[in-house]
């Protein structure tokens, strides 16, 4: 009775193992960016767009501001 050896994975090979499935599960969950802050987009964009304010930009960086909190939350950088 023989019995089939079993191969043992090098350090190196495990490491390599480890990260690889840390990255792929980090990839599964985080969530793409045109599914979070939908109702910050949705502010923002209406503000950009239907602004009487001279500049616009100046009028809606309040909305812009927590847009970016939002995704940042995320791991989203803008």
Do not use: H, W
Not at 30 to 39: A, I, N, Q, R
Not at 49 to 72: E, G, H, I, W
Request: aromatic share 6%; glycine share 4%; proline share 8%.
């Amino acid at each position: 009775m023989s019995s089939p050896a079993a191969s043992i994975p090098s350090l190196g090979q495990t490491a390599s193992a480890v990260q690889a499935s840390a990255q792929s599960s980090d990839a599964a969950a985080k969530p793409k960016p045109c599914c979070v802050c939908k109702d910050e987009k949705a502010k923002r964009d209406e503000c950009m767009l239907f602004s009487n304010a001279p500049d616009p930009r100046k009028d809606c960086q309040s909305t812009v501001d927590l847009y970016k909190t939002c995704m940042a939350g995320f791991g989203f950088k803008i």
